[in-house]
C-alpha cells in the first residue's frame, strides 16, 4: 500500500483521522477532513500529492492566500525538490507545466474557465482552508472549483472544525460523487483556559468539579470545560469590583465623586509579557484588533526595558532580517519604520498585520517559527491558515469591529484565534488567556470557551464573469442547472424543509380559528376579514406616504445646486449645511454637504422626511478640500455667519388616508355590520385577530419559500437579461466579442471595466494616468470618506468623470433588473498611484494615500498596487485599443519598482 509508504517517510505516526482519510483517498474516494487548527490536516494533503506521483499524474495544492501558497510550496520543495513542484498566484510563476502545482484557489478558478491545458493529467485537487467558501467576498471561488472540476478528479477538502460537517459533505457527495467525511474534534495539544487579572494567573474552569476526567478539566474543546467556573477566580473577581466601587466614591479634591480606580487600569502590556514570561508561557500572540493597536503595543514594549532574546539571537535575528530586506532601497527605510521594526524584533518583540510591509511580515513569520520573536501582537488576520503556532494565546479584549460595528466575539471566532495556542512536537499543552477589562465576566468567557458553533453558510452568487463564462461554457439551460447544484441552493433548499413543515402546522391552527369563529361562511368570519381588510389598506397608505415623502425628497435634492444653504431637519447632523457637490442621480441622489459644526459628507433622502429646498446661498471656493480640517472650520464659520436661520417646524405631506375614498368606505361597512354591535365581539374580534395575523404570517412563510427556491437561477436570469440587453450576449444566446472580453475581467467590477474598454473611456492615457483611472475600480477607503480629489491631471479627471457616468448608468440597470449594485468608484487612491507610477518617492505616495492627515501603511500600499496592477494585467490583455493595451503594460512596469519589486520578487 502507498499508505505505508508515505507514512515510514514521516517523523510521526499518523493519528487515527489522518489514517482513516489517507485510506479513504487511497481507495479512490474524495475526503472531506474537518480538524482543529493544528491538527496536522495538511499531512492528507501531502498524501495526495505522492498518490498523484507515484501514479504519474499531477495533484494541485490550493491554499486561499498567496503567504499560505509560498508557505506550502517551500514545504513541497523540501520535500520533492524544485523540479517536481510549481508555484501559481496571480502576479508570481514557477514551473507551472511541474507535476505538483501550488496555486491561490482563484488561480486554479481561472484555469477551469479557460480551459487550460495545465489541466490534463489532473487526477487530485487539494482544497486547504476551504471554510474560506463562506467568506462574503471571496467565498464563490471555491464553489466555483468544486462545480467545475471534471468528475473523475479526487479531492481532498481540508476544514476547520465546523458544526454543520454532515451538511457541507452531504453537498459534496450530490455534486462530487463518493466523499467520505471525517470529522476530528480532539486536539492534539490540549488548551488550558485562563483570565489574567492584574498580575494574577487564574485557571478559568475548575478542575476540581470534575470527577470523571481531572486531568483535563480545563481543555476547552473536552466535555469538561462546561463545567463551573474556577469559584477561586469568581470570588477574587467580587472582591476587586467591591473594591472599585468603594475607591470611586472617594473624596476627591473639593467635592465627592466617581475616581479613576487603579485596580480598575489593565496591566501594561510590558508586563502582560512579562508575567507570562516568569510562567514560562512564551512564545505568545496577543490578539488586537486594530492595526494601530498592534503598533502602539509594539512601540509601548520598545519603551520599556523589555528584552526577550540573548546576544546571540539578536544577532541570528538580524542575519535573517538582511536576508529578507536587503533588496529594500535604502532611502525609503526610514519611511517604513523599518528602524524601529528592527529594533523590537532583535528584542524578540514584533507586530503583525495586513498593514505591514509584506517583507517585514515575512521577517516576523519566519523568526517567530524559529522562536527567535517570542511576543507577537496580531490582527485576527493571522488566525485564518498562517503556520505561526504558539504556546499562548492572549485576547485583550472580546469584543471586535466588524466592519459595520462593534461586536461581541462569537464562539467560533474565539475558537479560531485560541486555536493557534500549543505548538505539535514543541509543547505538551497550549494555554488561553483572557485579560480581565471591567464588565467582563467569568462566566461569559467560560461559554465562549466551551460552546462549540461555527457552522458554514455558502456566500455563492453568480456574477456577471460567471454567468457570461458559463453560457459560453455550457449555454443557459445546463449553466442554470449547475447554479442550483451549488452548496448555497443545497442549503436555501434544506431551509424550505423546514418552513413547509411549518406551513403546515399554520393551516391546520388557522382551520380552528376559523372553526372558533363560526366557519367560513359565517357572519363573524367576515366581520374578520372587514376589519384586516380596513387594517391591511392603512397599511398600504402608510407604505403610499412614505413612498411619496421619499419622491419629494428625492426631487428635492436632484434641484440643489453647488453653494445652496439647506436645513437637515433630524438626525445626528441636524441643522444648516451648504451644498459643496450635487448630485443629480433621480434613483439616490447624495449630495456632498458642509455642515455648521463642520462635518463634511453625503446626505441622502432618507435623511429628510419633508422635501429639502434651499433657505439662500453662500459663495464657494472653486476646489472645496473639504477633508482638511481648517477647510471645514472655515466654511462652516462662513456658513454660520451668514445669518440664515433653521426653521423651527418642517412642513409634511398631508397622510394620505385623510382623504382615502376606499378606507372611508371600508370604516363605514365595518360600523355597519351586525356583528359591530354583538355582545360577543369584544373576544371573537380577538379570535379574529389572531387568525388574520397568523394568516399574514403564513402568507409571509409562502412567500420566502418561492423566493428561496431556484433563488440562483432567478439572479443568473436577470443577469441575462442585463447583460443580452447590453449586447455582451447575442439574443439567440451566443456570446458577442464584448462578451468573450468580459469573460476574462475577474474583477470585483467586471462589467464596468468591460464597459470602460468598450466606450474607449480609457483611450489616450498615459500609463501613470491609466494606473490612477483603474485604481479607482479595485480601491476602498478603510475610512467612509467622500471623494477627496478629482485626479490630478485633465486627462485623468476627464476619464474619471466618464467612468463614473458609465457606473451611474449600470446601477440604474441594476437596480431595474433588481441585481446586486456594483460597487461606486473610490478615487482615494487615484493621486498616490500617479505619483508612484510617474517615479515620485514613497513617502509622497503614502502621504498622497493617507485620510484625516495619516499616512497609509506601507503594507497596504503595497497590497493595493498589486490589485491595480492585476487588473492593469487583465486590461493589457482585454483591451481592444492597442495604445490602451500597451499603456496598461508600461504602468505594470512603473508601478513594478521599490516595495513593490520587492514584494513580488
Same mark, same amino acid.
Given at each position: 500500500?502507498?499508505?505505508?509508504?508515505?507514512?515510514?517517510?514521516?517523523?510521526?505516526?499518523?493519528?487515527?483521522?489522518?489514517?482513516?482519510?489517507?485510506?479513504?483517498?487511497?481507495?479512490?474516494?474524495?475526503?472531506?477532513?474537518?480538524?482543529?487548527?493544528?491538527?496536522?490536516?495538511?499531512?492528507?494533503?501531502?498524501?495526495?500529492?505522492?498518490?498523484?506521483?507515484?501514479?504519474?499524474?499531477?495533484?494541485?495544492?490550493?491554499?486561499?492566500?498567496?503567504?499560505?501558497?509560498?508557505?506550502?510550496?517551500?514545504?513541497?520543495?523540501?520535500?520533492?525538490?524544485?523540479?517536481?513542484?510549481?508555484?501559481?498566484?496571480?502576479?508570481?510563476?514557477?514551473?507551472?507545466?511541474?507535476?505538483?502545482?501550488?496555486?491561490?484557489?482563484?488561480?486554479?478558478?481561472?484555469?477551469?474557465?479557460?480551459?487550460?491545458?495545465?489541466?490534463?493529467?489532473?487526477? +487530485?485537487?487539494?482544497?486547504?482552508?476551504?471554510?474560506?467558501?463562506?467568506?462574503?467576498?471571496?467565498?464563490?471561488?471555491?464553489?466555483?472549483?468544486?462545480?467545475?472540476? #471534471?468528475?473523475?478528479?479526487?479531492?481532498?477538502?481540508?476544514?476547520?472544525?465546523?458544526?454543520?460537517?454532515?451538511?457541507?459533505?452531504? *453537498?459534496?457527495?450530490?455534486?462530487?460523487?463518493?466523499?467520505?467525511?471525517?470529522?476530528?474534534?480532539?486536539?492534539?495539544?490540549?488548551?488550558?483556559?485562563?483570565?489574567?487579572?492584574?498580575?494574577?494567573?487564574?485557571?478559568?474552569?475548575?478542575?476540581?468539579?470534575?470527577?470523571?476526567?481531572?486531568?483535563?478539566?480545563?481543555?476547552?474543546?473536552? #466535555?469538561?470545560?462546561?463545567?463551573?467556573?474556577?469559584? =477561586?477566580?469568581?470570588?477574587?473577581?467580587?472582591?476587586?469590583?467591591?473594591?472599585?466601587?468603594?475607591?470611586?466614591?472617594?473624596?476627591?479634591?473639593?467635592?465627592?465623586?466617581?475616581?479613576?480606580?487603579?485596580?480598575?487600569?489593565?496591566?501594561?502590556?510590558?508586563?502582560?509579557?512579562?508575567?507570562?514570561?516568569? =510562567?514560562?508561557?512564551?512564545?505568545?500572540?496577543?490578539?488586537?484588533?486594530?492595526?494601530?493597536?498592534?503598533?502602539?503595543?509594539?512601540?509601548?514594549?520598545?519603551?520599556?526595558?523589555?528584552?526577550?532574546?540573548?546576544?546571540?539571537?539578536?544577532?541570528?535575528?538580524?542575519?535573517?532580517?538582511?536576508?529578507?530586506?536587503?533588496?529594500? #532601497?535604502?532611502?525609503?527605510?526610514?519611511?517604513?519604520?523599518?528602524?524601529?521594526?528592527?529594533?523590537?524584533?532583535?528584542?524578540?518583540?514584533?507586530?503583525?498585520?495586513?498593514?505591514?510591509?509584506?517583507?517585514?511580515?515575512?521577517?516576523?513569520?519566519?523568526?517567530?517559527?524559529?522562536?527567535?520573536?517570542?511576543?507577537?501582537?496580531?490582527?485576527?488576520?493571522?488566525?485564518?491558515?498562517?503556520?505561526?503556532?504558539?504556546?499562548?494565546?492572549?485576547?485583550?479584549?472580546?469584543?471586535?469591529?466588524?466592519?459595520?460595528?462593534?461586536?461581541?466575539?462569537?464562539?467560533?471566532?474565539?475558537?479560531?484565534?485560541?486555536?493557534?495556542?500549543?505548538?505539535?512536537?514543541?509543547?505538551?499543552?497550549?494555554?488561553?488567556?483572557?485579560?480581565?477589562?471591567?464588565?467582563?465576566?467569568?462566566?461569559?468567557?467560560?461559554?465562549?470557551?466551551?460552546?462549540?458553533?461555527?457552522?458554514?453558510?455558502?456566500?455563492?452568487?453568480?456574477?456577471?464573469?460567471?454567468?457570461?463564462?458559463?453560457?459560453?461554457?455550457?449555454?443557459?439551460?445546463?449553466?442554470?442547472?449547475?447554479?442550483?447544484?451549488?452548496?448555497?441552493?443545497?442549503? /436555501?433548499?434544506?431551509?424550505?424543509?423546514?418552513?413547509?413543515?411549518?406551513?403546515?402546522?399554520?393551516?391546520?391552527?388557522?382551520?380552528?380559528?376559523?372553526?372558533?369563529?363560526?366557519?367560513?361562511?359565517?357572519?363573524?368570519?367576515?366581520?374578520?376579514?372587514?376589519?384586516?381588510?380596513?387594517?391591511?389598506?392603512?397599511?398600504?397608505?402608510?407604505?403610499?406616504?412614505?413612498?411619496?415623502?421619499?419622491?419629494?425628497?428625492?426631487?428635492?435634492?436632484?434641484?440643489?445646486?453647488?453653494?445652496?444653504?439647506?436645513?437637515? #431637519?433630524?438626525?445626528?447632523?441636524?441643522?444648516?449645511?451648504?451644498?459643496?457637490?450635487?448630485?443629480?442621480?433621480?434613483?439616490?441622489?447624495?449630495?456632498?454637504?458642509?455642515?455648521?459644526?463642520?462635518?463634511?459628507?453625503?446626505?441622502?433622502?432618507?435623511?429628510?422626511?419633508?422635501?429639502?429646498?434651499?433657505?439662500?446661498?453662500?459663495?464657494?471656493?472653486? +476646489?472645496?478640500?473639504?477633508?482638511?480640517?481648517?477647510?471645514?472650520?472655515?466654511?462652516?464659520?462662513?456658513?454660520?455667519?451668514?445669518?440664515?436661520?433653521?426653521?423651527?417646524?418642517?412642513?409634511?405631506?398631508?397622510?394620505? /388616508?385623510?382623504?382615502?375614498?376606499?378606507?372611508?368606505?371600508?370604516?363605514?361597512?365595518?360600523?355597519?355590520?351586525?356583528?359591530?354591535?354583538?355582545?360577543?365581539?369584544?373576544?371573537?374580534?380577538?379570535?379574529?385577530?389572531?387568525?388574520?395575523?397568523?394568516?399574514?404570517?403564513?402568507?409571509?412563510?409562502?412567500?420566502?419559500?418561492?423566493?428561496?427556491?431556484?433563488?440562483?437561477?432567478?439572479?443568473?436570469?436577470?443577469?441575462?437579461?442585463?447583460?443580452?440587453?447590453?449586447?455582451?450576449?447575442?439574443?439567440?444566446?451566443?456570446?458577442?466579442?464584448?462578451? +468573450?472580453?468580459?469573460?476574462?475581467?475577474?474583477?470585483?467590477?467586471?462589467?464596468?471595466?468591460? =464597459?470602460?474598454?468598450?466606450?474607449?473611456? *480609457?483611450?489616450?492615457?498615459?500609463?501613470?494616468?491609466?494606473?490612477?483611472?483603474?485604481?479607482?475600480?479595485?480601491?476602498?477607503?478603510?475610512?467612509?470618506?467622500?471623494?477627496?480629489?478629482?485626479?490630478?491631471?485633465?486627462?485623468?479627471?476627464?476619464?474619471?468623470?466618464?467612468?463614473?457616468?458609465? *457606473?451611474? /448608468?449600470?446601477?440604474?440597470?441594476?437596480?431595474?433588473?433588481?441585481?446586486?449594485?456594483?460597487? =461606486?468608484?473610490?478615487?482615494?487612491?487615484?493621486?498616490?498611484?500617479?505619483?508612484?507610477?510617474?517615479?515620485?518617492?514613497?513617502?509622497?505616495?503614502?502621504?498622497?494615500?493617507?485620510?484625516?492627515?495619516?499616512?497609509?501603511?506601507?503594507?497596504?500600499?503595497?497590497? *493595493?498596487?498589486?490589485?491595480?496592477?492585476?487588473?492593469?494585467?487583465?486590461?493589457?490583455?482585454?483591451?481592444?485599443?492597442?495604445?490602451?493595451?500597451?499603456?496598461?503594460?508600461?504602468?505594470?512596469?512603473?508601478?513594478?519598482?521599490?516595495?513593490?519589486?520587492?514584494?513580488?520578487?
Amino acid at each position: 500500500m502507498e499508505l505505508d509508504v508515505f507514512a515510514a517517510q514521516l517523523s510521526f505516526p499518523l493519528d487515527a483521522f489522518q489514517d482513516q482519510a489517507c485510506r479513504a483517498l487511497e481507495a479512490g474516494h474524495g475526503v472531506l477532513v474537518c480538524a482543529p487548527t493544528g491538527a496536522g490536516k495538511t499531512v492528507i494533503g501531502e498524501f495526495a500529492v505522492h498518490l498523484a506521483l507515484v501514479s504519474g499524474h499531477k495533484c494541485f495544492y490550493t491554499t486561499p492566500i498567496k503567504a499560505l501558497s509560498n508557505q506550502k510550496y517551500a514545504d513541497l520543495v523540501d520535500r520533492y525538490g524544485k523540479a517536481s513542484v510549481g508555484l501559481l498566484t496571480g502576479d508570481v510563476s514557477i514551473n507551472s507545466d511541474a507535476p505538483v502545482v501550488v496555486m491561490t484557489t482563484e488561480v486554479l478558478r481561472n484555469m477551469l474557465y479557460a480551459d487550460s491545458p495545465t489541466l490534463r493529467g489532473l487526477s +487530485h485537487v487539494v482544497m486547504d482552508e476551504v471554510h474560506y467558501l463562506a467568506d462574503r467576498f471571496r467565498g464563490a471561488v471555491w464553489e466555483e472549483v468544486i462545480l467545475h472540476l #471534471p468528475e473523475d478528479v479526487r479531492l481532498v477538502s481540508l476544514s476547520a472544525t465546523v458544526s454543520n460537517a454532515e451538511e457541507f459533505g452531504a *453537498w459534496m457527495g450530490t455534486v462530487r460523487g463518493d466523499t467520505e467525511v471525517i470529522v476530528d474534534e480532539v486536539r492534539p495539544i490540549p488548551l488550558w483556559q485562563h483570565m489574567m487579572v492584574g498580575r494574577r494567573l487564574f485557571d478559568l474552569f475548575d478542575t476540581r468539579a470534575n470527577t470523571t476526567a481531572p486531568e483535563t478539566g480545563r481543555a476547552a474543546t473536552e #466535555p469538561s470545560a462546561r463545567l463551573v467556573v474556577d469559584q =477561586e477566580l469568581v470570588r477574587y473577581l467580587k472582591q476587586r469590583q467591591a473594591l472599585d466601587r468603594y475607591d470611586s466614591w472617594q473624596p476627591r479634591g473639593r467635592g465627592r465623586g466617581p475616581a479613576p480606580s487603579s485596580s480598575n487600569r489593565p496591566l501594561p502590556r510590558p508586563e502582560v509579557i512579562a508575567r507570562l514570561d516568569d =510562567e514560562g508561557l512564551l512564545p505568545a500572540i496577543t490578539f488586537i484588533f486594530s492595526r494601530a493597536g498592534c503598533d502602539a503595543a509594539v512601540t509601548q514594549c520598545l519603551r520599556s526595558r523589555l528584552r526577550l532574546t540573548t546576544e546571540d539571537q539578536a544577532d541570528e535575528i538580524a542575519a535573517i532580517i538582511d536576508k529578507h530586506t536587503g533588496d529594500l #532601497p535604502k532611502h525609503d527605510l526610514s519611511v517604513l519604520g523599518y528602524w524601529e521594526w528592527r529594533e523590537g524584533l532583535e528584542r524578540g518583540i514584533a507586530g503583525h498585520h495586513a498593514g505591514m510591509l509584506p517583507a517585514f511580515r515575512h521577517t516576523v513569520e519566519e523568526l517567530f517559527v524559529k522562536g527567535l520573536v517570542r511576543a507577537v501582537f496580531a490582527t485576527e488576520t493571522l488566525a485564518l491558515g498562517i503556520n505561526m503556532p504558539a504556546r499562548t494565546v492572549v485576547l485583550e479584549r472580546l469584543v471586535k469591529f466588524n466592519g459595520e460595528t462593534h461586536a461581541d466575539l462569537t464562539p467560533g471566532e474565539y475558537t479560531q484565534l485560541t486555536g493557534r495556542a500549543g505548538r505539535r512536537g514543541i509543547d505538551v499543552e497550549g494555554h488561553a488567556v483572557v485579560l480581565w477589562q471591567p464588565g467582563v465576566e467569568a462566566t461569559e468567557v467560560a461559554g465562549l470557551a466551551s460552546t462549540r458553533t461555527f457552522p458554514l453558510r455558502s456566500s455563492f452568487r453568480p456574477s456577471y464573469n460567471m454567468s457570461i463564462n458559463l453560457i459560453d461554457r455550457m449555454g443557459p439551460g445546463e449553466a442554470r442547472s449547475l447554479l442550483e447544484r451549488s452548496f448555497a441552493q443545497f442549503q /436555501a433548499d434544506r431551509s424550505v424543509v423546514g418552513l413547509v413543515r411549518s406551513i403546515e402546522r399554520d393551516e391546520k391552527a388557522l382551520t380552528d380559528l376559523r372553526d372558533q369563529l363560526g366557519g367560513p361562511d359565517s357572519d363573524f368570519f367576515e366581520y374578520a376579514q372587514l376589519r384586516e381588510r380596513v387594517r391591511e389598506r392603512e397599511r398600504q397608505l402608510e407604505r403610499q406616504g412614505r413612498t411619496d415623502r421619499r419622491k419629494d425628497a428625492v426631487t428635492s435634492l436632484t434641484a440643489l445646486r453647488r453653494g445652496d444653504v439647506i436645513a437637515i #431637519p433630524t438626525g445626528r447632523r441636524s441643522g444648516l449645511a451648504v451644498v459643496l457637490e450635487t448630485d443629480t442621480d433621480p434613483t439616490d441622489p447624495r449630495p456632498l454637504v458642509l455642515t455648521e459644526d463642520k462635518w463634511a459628507g453625503r446626505i441622502s433622502a432618507a435623511d429628510f422626511p419633508a422635501p429639502a429646498r434651499a433657505l439662500g446661498s453662500m459663495r464657494l471656493p472653486r +476646489h472645496v478640500e473639504h477633508r482638511t480640517a481648517r477647510t471645514r472650520r472655515d466654511l462652516a464659520s462662513a456658513l454660520r455667519s451668514t445669518g440664515i436661520v433653521a426653521p423651527g417646524r418642517y412642513s409634511k405631506r398631508k397622510s394620505p /388616508a385623510a382623504s382615502d375614498r376606499e378606507l372611508t368606505a371600508l370604516r363605514r361597512a365595518l360600523r355597519t355590520h351586525p356583528c359591530h354591535t354583538d355582545p360577543d365581539r369584544d373576544r371573537l374580534s380577538r379570535i379574529g385577530e389572531k387568525y388574520n395575523r397568523l394568516a399574514r404570517e403564513t402568507e409571509t412563510k409562502r412567500q420566502k419559500v418561492a423566493a428561496t427556491t431556484n433563488s440562483l437561477a432567478r439572479t443568473f436570469d436577470r443577469i441575462l437579461r442585463l447583460l443580452t440587453e447590453r449586447g455582451y450576449i447575442a439574443p439567440g444566446g451566443a456570446v458577442t466579442e464584448h462578451g +468573450h472580453r468580459l469573460m476574462r475581467l475577474y474583477s470585483e467590477s467586471d462589467l464596468l471595466v468591460a =464597459e470602460c474598454l468598450r466606450n474607449g473611456t *480609457w483611450r489616450g492615457l498615459a500609463p501613470a494616468e491609466l494606473a490612477a483611472v483603474v485604481s479607482a475600480l479595485v480601491f476602498e477607503s478603510r475610512q467612509d470618506a467622500s471623494v477627496a480629489d478629482r485626479g490630478p491631471t485633465a486627462p485623468i479627471r476627464h476619464a474619471l468623470g466618464e467612468t463614473v457616468q458609465l *457606473w451611474s /448608468a449600470l446601477r440604474t440597470d441594476e437596480v431595474r433588473h433588481k441585481l446586486p449594485l456594483t460597487r =461606486e468608484p473610490d478615487l482615494g487612491f487615484v493621486t498616490a498611484i500617479h505619483k508612484w507610477a510617474g517615479g515620485e518617492p514613497l513617502v509622497d505616495a503614502l502621504l498622497a494615500a493617507g485620510d484625516r492627515g495619516q499616512a497609509l501603511s506601507a503594507g497596504d500600499f503595497v497590497r *493595493w498596487c498589486r490589485q491595480v496592477i492585476d487588473l492593469l494585467d487583465q486590461v493589457h490583455q482585454t483591451a481592444p485599443d492597442a495604445q490602451v493595451r500597451s499603456a496598461a503594460a508600461k504602468a505594470v512596469g512603473a508601478i513594478r519598482r521599490g516595495v513593490v519589486a520587492v514584494d513580488a520578487a
